[in-house]
């Protein structure tokens, strides 16, 4: 018997999809069991890493953004275009205000991709530059802020639940203000 193995860059490079939904308000409780019953599917599919889902903020933003990571790029096609897949998106396509609309890339690329355009992106050294320059401050300045506020309520000092939720906010920070507008800032540089 022999196996195959796939190529190293490939294993450390991981696959990520993003996939946008805006949902008709009066669905999101069917659209939440949704997601739980496609995310319990998904992680049966080889090569599975983890999905995130990000929430709408109410007042803010009406879109679930939901990120799947498989260690392989051909693991994660595998489930995109899989029938079971196909299956339940069909079954929630009468919650949705807009189709099913993901792309696919490697590692953090999706922060990285000039809006409309899914084919270019920088050079790894510069999207690392860019997110440790993005993080930094936030790493720094979020877990001080929190702590303020959390002591000022009179909330007891819990580490695991103070990191829990400053990481959480930075990770917000990160996907739906920071990097977009970074990007775009220093976008002639990035994609010279």
């Not at 879109?63 to 897949?85: A, G, P, Q």
């Not at 007891?156 to 920071?178: H, R, W």
């Amino acid at each position: 018997m022999t196996t195959e193995h796939p190529n190293n860059s490939a294993i450390q490079e991981g696959a990520t999809a993003v996939t946008t939904h805006r949902i008709h308000s009066t669905h999101q409780a069917e659209y939440e069991s949704w997601l739980d019953e496609i995310g319990s599917l998904c992680k049966t599919y080889p090569g599975h890493l983890d999905v995130q889902i990000i929430s709408p903020i109410d007042g803010l933003t009406g879109t679930y953004t939901v990120i799947i990571r498989f260690d392989t790029c051909e693991h994660l096609k595998n489930w995109m275009y899989s029938e079971d897949r196909k299956r339940l998106i069909d079954k929630v396509e009468p919650f949705l205000a807009t189709d099913d609309d993901f792309f696919i890339s490697s590692g953090l690329d999706f922060w990285f991709l000039p809006d409309g355009a899914r084919a270019k992106v920088p050079v790894r050294w510069k999207q690392v530059l860019i997110t440790w320059s993005a993080i930094y401050p936030l790493v720094l300045g979020i877990p001080l802020i929190m702590t303020a506020i959390f002591r000022y309520a009179g909330l007891p000092e819990v580490p695991l639940v103070d990191t829990l939720i400053s990481t959480g906010l930075i990770a917000i920070l990160m996907a739906y203000f920071v990097m977009p507008r970074y990007t775009k800032l220093v976008k002639r540089w990035l994609f010279k």
